[in-house]
């Protein structure tokens, strides 16, 4: 009898333990969506650039994949700075969501390299950075939600430099 209470109890703990609430993919209520990630320091890239994000004019090539009429931010490899390459698309970012009255979804995105939790991680820090970046020109905090796919929303799958460079983005769109 004692045997079958503990087995019953390590399953129903097991059960709990392995439950987890579905992600809102409108930013509410998400572990995502906070003001501050602790620990972490995002910073503006002010040097004149020497990585693939001020070297391609991203835009002229197709790789928005932002909606309702925001830009998306590209990252080099591993970084999660906002290069000077970005700063016409940032402003653009600004001017979008400051002529609407909608919250502001972040979503950051990584390419297929590094781990799951690394990529969620790294994900989330580019999309802190776009905020960062948005507040400092005077968008309110509170209209900007974030999310994180990591590697989860690919564009593009081949295995190319140009497509993982579509990968490493973070989108921004309008929350209904």
Known sequence: MKKNM????????LLVGCSQKAPDLNGYGN???VNEIAGDTV???ESNGEGNSES???ESNGMNSSSDGFQSIYFDFDDFTLSSGMENSMDRNRQVANSKSQRVKIEGN???FGTDEYNYALGLKRA?????GLTAQGVDASRIVMITFGESSPLCSSP?????AK???VDLRLVP
């Open 56 to 58: 391609i004019d991203r």
């Open 6 to 13: 503990i087995i019953t109890v390590i399953t129903a703990l």
């Open 128 to 132: 802190k950075a776009v905020k960062d």
């Open 31 to 33: 572990v995502s969506d």
């Open 167 to 169: 990968n490493r983005r």
């Open 43 to 45: 910073s503006v890239d």
């Open 160 to 164: 190319t430099d140009e497509c993982y």
């Open 110 to 112: 990584c390419d297929e």
